[in-house]
Structure formats: structure tokens, C-alpha cells
């Protein structure tokens, strides 16, 4: 399989300069660059989910008490949405829109977790008086499992984006 | 033998026959039947008690080998056709179906009950029953005889850490099985020996496994730090609205009268803050000729002006503080401050207990208008009688909710006295004392004028409340058979861990429920036990350690589940269940939660009993007031839709259902109407030379009511005495003092004692209805045509209101959501 078409090579040959046309560069570098920044961030997002299960965990076993655990987890819910409302932002200016419609329902369902949150003055979703409820609890701990997967299938996902984009331009 | 006869006699005509037309003889008092539990409880078992009784346990036959008691409370009662299912006496609590010996050791059901007392052996049988699995628990009950075990080793399991109970079973004399976990543990050489028989080698006569309710003296190992001294500390709202409400002068002298019965010991300390719009303080040193009050006025960063002598020693700065409580009325009569800084004061009040931990008593009379904590007005009176949802059930600010998360943590417990006239966000103001285990109390319009009855509700109240006892610094454990888990808590307190409950203060008149699920199959051990163990600081600084075992059969059918149904139990957990979901959901999912929950249940005994009619309501005996006791909780304040109530009164009525025990729970949502004009001496109880008349408990409707008698209805916390208006005038003159009907005042707040026969006896009974409470209720004498008989009458919970099904429709309605 050719990389380079044989024009562009046939005008290089004659010019004996590389010259590469204008659109297709910044198509390329944008929506690559995009989707490297999504691969670094869903490392960062995964290493959230996993700091939630242990945190849960931790409660489960009684090796924390919930006032502290939850003032650690609280300060970390409102970066992990941002970084994934920052990132579909920059898939919709990239204009891919198949991998902004499969981040679609997980923004929503941040929206609906945020907006039906208990009554709080800081950020946060967690509330030590309500959390040690056991059906709270197992929540918390399938919604930290499930977003782990969610992330991971999205970090092999965007590698995949990543390199179909650099070599399909 | 003859009395066996009567029992019989009376019991065959009375709520044992399903034919409506022997009830009318009841009307008219001189009944005298007892429950039909209690009267087979003392027959011999294998008698031949009535003949119908044995000719049902043949048509039951298919249930086989079914005791009698349980056929009793199988029996199938078609709602529909009997009029009449209220027994004439409070029920007794189910007895579990335990061998004898166990049942004399087990713990007492006022301490400790259970929704089913037969527990079902899977989840799979549980959710066939569709009834609910939890327990109600009162474990600071003020007990008359609780043994206390001086021990240096406390015996407790390796693995578990349950303590030695009477439902353990030794396998040698060396040996004992747990049987919460089933390890096998040693017995240690100390328990050997029975200090009470003197007597060595026979560790299971030790008191430990004789009783099920026992009090350790805890070592040092149970102890974070040293016991904390009683502290107490009393925030007082002296704005203008306090002031003029009349409320510091109550208190006050309440105070001086209690001062010396205030528990505690030689470290007990004591201290006062009050508030307006800025925070004072008391130095109360000993020596000075009189109390200094200190004045911090910035509330934004509220500090502790001096460093000690705020919460002085009570015995070394007595007189001090009695000048204090003399001179503090006086003080504030002519303030002009309407505002309210209750934050600032609260935060003021953390800082000054910090170190030592105790009891902080809030008084408060208006919204909180300043300083941090400040709330906003939030009711609509416009849409207090709204059938759809009531908004604004939950807090508004978390800052009382963190406050009292703190405070928890540093061992102090907040009790919040509300006496407002208007809207005062308890929603909010509640969460300080949920989470810090502490109580609220609530005295709507509260005047020392205009309204006497809350007056003396006051004063009667905070004697009870300041010489009560108490615990500091306490934890409570719940552990359950391996098998069962629990799941969810209710009452005040903070969840500190998936079991453990961290209790900064605790009292004897709160209770606690659980809700607990089946993990795993309970199909290899035939009985299922539940230990709560609370350990705490007395008030004189001694480290307890109060444990209470229970212990319960595990069946395997579906019938047995539901012949070992504890109605009462079951209708305050889900009232526990309902008020989370109003919260948490809404208040239209929480009432139609209710219902469903009788659907199902009566669905599920449709389903899988044996049923003889398939038209009419048909439920198990044990349950026949199922549907009776959750339409009362429909029409409580705190669930009731379409009928105006003020959204303070709501949320104190859900606070209430969520914390009190669970005899005063059942008096507030089905209270008890007896005939009092016309109490005979038959059946009457004999205690002490007086005689004490027992009228029958009466169906809560106006049926039953009559303008030629006087009624009694109990609610628990007030107490309605209605008479009516022919009522004869023997009874108007001779109890109530006046010459006629005519002449009795609308506001009349107690009976006087008057030396007629008539009156004694009418005295006596109500003293005994109030013997075995500890909040005496509030009392008002109503007659039938003043405004104030719409409280009375709001309690029938069986009539229909515009708002609300009658009995009868209710019963309709279920059966036509059940043929759905």
C-alpha cells in the first residue's frame, strides 16, 4: 500500500521541494491532536475511577470513616466532569461526530448525577451522613466500576481514532 | 378452673366469631375479654379451648403440624364483612415460637422487636412475603432491673467480637459456639467461676448467659480517652420574640428547681451563651459577687472571649449560677433586637465544648435571620392544604447538617427546643440534632399567656428532660446471625461505618429501627439472633457497656412468615421507610408506596395461602389491622395531602416518627379512644389499693361516639378528653367540676381532684394510662361545639374526610388495586 499519492510524489520530484496542500495539514494535525489530548486526559479520568472504587472499598471495609473520605472524593467530581465536557468541546470543534455521539449519554448522565446531588455548599455528589446507606453505597460502587470500563473502551478507542486519523489523511 | 370458664365465654362472644351482630353488646362498656393470644398463652396447651378453634385447625389441616396459636393467627378474616377488628385490649406483642426455656430468657419485646418473628430462610421466601424485614430497637430504655456484671475479662467471640449471650451453646465445659458466627471460642479460667452461686464449673450459669439484657463495667480498653464529666450547656434565644413568648421565665425556674437532679457528678460543669443579633457569654467564676456577661459582637468570626470560666464547675459556682438563673428574665425585657444569630451562637457553643464533649441545649423562637446559617422563609401557607407535592421537606443549607457532623465528632450532642409562632425552617434547623444524636422538640405558638397548655407542656417537659439520664460519648453496635446484613438506619444518630453507630448523647426515649436483607441462605440453623451492644459514659463518669440479645426462629414456609407477623413493628418501619422516601423522592411516591405495600402483601397471602372466599378481603389474622394502621399513617400530619398543615408541624411530625419508640410511634398514629363516663369496676385491675377501671379500647370513629358521653383519646403526646353535649351531668359535676355543660370553660387543661368517687376513679385510669410513659402528655378538655374539636376529630382516622378515604373505601380501594 502507497502512503503518498504519486502526484504529490511526482511534483516533489520535479520541484525538489515537499510541499504538502494546506487543508489536509490542518485536518490532520487538529483532529490528531484532539484525540491525543482525549488519550492523555482518559488516562487521568481512569485513574479517577480507580481512586473511586478503592475509595468505596475502603468504606465498605470500615478502614475510613465517611466524613473524611468523603471531603477527599468530593473535591474530585467536578475536574472529572469538566475534563470530559473539555473534551467533547474539542471533538465538536474537530467535528468528529461519531465519537462525540458515543460521549453524548455519559454527558448527560454527568448532568442528571450533578443536578440531583443532596443539598451541599461545596462541590461534590457525596454526602457522609447518606453514604454508609448499604443501597447508596452499591451505587456508588457500580457506577465507579462502570466508568471504569466506559473510560477504557474509550482509551482504546481513541487510539485507534488517533492512528486511523493520522493515516487516513 | 371457673376463671378459664369466664375467659372462655366472654372471648367465644367476643372478637374471636367473625359474626358482626355479637359486637353490639360491646358498646356500653363492661366488657371484659383479654386478647385471645394472651387467654391461650396461659391454657394449657393441650386443652381443648373452644370448640370452633379445633374444628379450624382441621379445615387448616394442610398446613400441618401447626401449633395452636399459630392456626389462631392464621385464621382468615375477610375485612370486608368484620365490622368490628379492634380487640378490646392492646394486643401483646407476637411471641416467638421458641422452646420455653429460651423464651424466658429472651429479650423483652420493649426493648427489642421485630417486624416477622419468624424470619424466613432466603431472600426468595422474604420477597414472597412482601412484607418488610427490620428491627425496632429502644436499648436505653429506662430499665427496673438490669443486671450488672463487675467482670475483669468481658467474654466475647474471637472473630465476631459478639459478647457472651444465653443463645450460645457450650460444647463442653471448656468450649462455647457463637451463634452469631459459629465459631468455637475458649471459655476463659475466670468465667468458670459463678460469682453469684459461688459455685465453679458451670459457666452457663453465669448472669451473663442467664439474661439477655445485661450491663458490663467496660476496662480501660474501651476507652479513647478518659470518661468525659457531664457537661451541659444551655444556648438561649433572647431576642424580642423570646422575650415576649414568655419562654426564659419557664425555663428559668425549671432550671432552679432541677439544678440538683441534673445527672451527674462532682465534675459536673455547667455553662449558659444567649443570643440576638450578637453572642454573649457568662464568666461564672467562683468568687466573683456576681455573673460577668461577655459580649462578642463580630458573628462573622465568632471567638471564645476568655478561656475558662464559661463552663464552670456546678457544685464550686452554684450560687453564681442560680443568681444568673434569677437575674436572666430581667435582663432582657426591654430589648429591641429582632434579629437571630443562631449560627454564630452554634459555632460559638462548638468551640467552647470542644474539648470535653456533652450536651448542648437550643432554645430557640424565630428563623435564624443572621450571621452564617441564615434561612430564608420558605412556605407558602397558600399551599398548605396542596393535594400534589409538598416542596421543601429537606434541609436548605448543609451548614447545621455539617455542624452537627462536627459536633458529632468531638462528642457533642445538640437538642433543639422550637418554640415559634411562625415559619421557622425546622427542615433545616432538625438536621443539628439527626446527626449529633440529639433530640427535637417542638412547641407550636408558644405563649405563657395566651397558650397555657404548651405552657405547661414546657415546664412538664424539661423536668423530664433535664433529670433524665444520660450517656456521653457512646457507640452502638448492631450484629446479626451470619446471614443476615443490615442495610439501612433509622433514627438520630451518624452512620459511622456499615454497622457502627456513633451516638454523642444518648437518652432514654429514643428509639432506632434497621432494615435488614438476607445475604445468604439461614437453611442450616434453626434460629437467627441479634445483639445490640452500646457502650457509653454514664453520668458519673463510668464506662458501660449495655447489651441486648434477641433470638428467633427461622422457618421455611410462606404461612409461617406470616402467622409470626409483628403488625406494629411492621407499620412503624415502613412509617420509618416512608418518611426517607418523602425526603429522598417525593411525599405523593412515599403514600403511594404505602398502599402498594399492603397490596402486595395481601396479594401475596392471596396468592400462596390456602383461600377458602376468593371475594372479599381476606387477610391472615395476624395482620387484620394491616390495612387499618397505614391508612392511620396516611392521615398523620406528617404524610397527610389535602388537608391544611404548616409545613413546621410536618417535619416535626416526620422527626418524631423517625425517633421515638415504638409504643408512643402506634399511640400518635392510631390512637386510643375509651369511654370514661361510664368505667364499672368489672375486669378492673387491683394494684396498690386503688382500683383502676379498664374500659375497651374503641374503634376510632364517630360512630362509636355519643352526645350523651365523655371520651378519652390518648395521642400520645396530648391527650383529648371530648364531652359531649347531653353528657350527663354526674360526670360534669363530679369529675370536671362544674355545674353543667354549659359552664365548662373552652380551654380547660387539666382535671381537677376532687374527692368524689367518680373522679378518683376516673384519676386513677388516667395515671395508669401515664405510668409507663416518661413525656407527660398535653391535656385539653373539648367540648362538641367550640373550633377546637376539629383536632379532636381529626384524629378518626376511620371516617372520611373530603380529603381522604373512610376505612371502608380504603378496603375497597386495595381490593380493587389487588384485582389489577
Redesign the interface.
Known sequence: MRLFQSRDLQLSQQSSVWIIPHERKMAFTFAAFCYMLALLLTAALIFFAIWHIIAFDE??T?YK???DQCNTLNPLVLPEYLIHVFFCVMFLCATEWLTLGLNMPLLAYHIWRYMSR????GPGLY???TI????ILAYCQKEGWCKLAFYLLSFFYYLYGMIYVLVSS | FSLYVILHSSTTTGSASPVPNSYESVEGGGYSGTSLQASLRHLHPYSQPFPSLSELSSALGGLGGVSELEAETLRPVNLLQERNILPPKHAPPPEPNLSNDLRKVNCSPDTFRCTLTNIPQTQALLNKARLPLGLLLHPFRDLTQLPVITSNTIVRCRSCRTYINPFVSFLDQRRWKCNLCYRVNDVPDEFMYNPVTRSYGEPHKRPEVQNSTVEFIASSDYMLRPPQPAVYLFVLDVSHNAVESGYLNVFCQSLLDNLEKLPGDTRTRIGFVTFDSTVHFYNLQEGLSQPQMLLVSDIDDVFIPTHDNLLVNLKESKELVKDLLNALPGMFTHTRETQSALGPALQAAYKLMCPTGGRVSVFQTQLPTLGAGLLQSREDPNLRSSTKNVQHL??????Y??LA?DCS?QQIGVDLFLLSSQYSDLASLACVSK?SAGSVFYYPSFHHVHNTAQSQKFQKDLQRYLTRKIGFEAVMRIRCTKGL?????HGNF?????D?LSLANVNPDSGFAVQMSIEESLADTSLACFQAALLYTSSKGKRRIRVHTLCLPVVSQLSEVFAGADIQAITCLLANMAIDRSISSSLSDARDALVNAVVDCLTAYRANGSNIQPSGLITPAALRLFPLYVLALLKQKALRTGTSTRLDERVFSMCELKSQPLLQIMRMAHPDLYRIDNMTEQAALHLNDSVIPQPPLLQLTAEKLTREGAFLMDCGSVMFLWVGKCCNETFIRDVLGYPNYASLPSNMTEIPELQTMYSERTRAFISWLLESRTFHPAFHVIKDDTSAKTSFFQHLVEDRTESAFSYYEFLLHIQQQMSK
Open positions: 468504606l465498605k470500615d470513616n465517611p466524613i443532596p443539598v451541599m455548599s454526602d457522609p451522613t454508609m446507606n448499604a443501597d | 429537606g434541609p436548605a443549607t448543609d451548614f447538617k455539617k457532623l465528632g446527626y446484613s443490615i442495610h439501612t438506619f451518624f452512620v459511622r461505618s456499615t457502627l
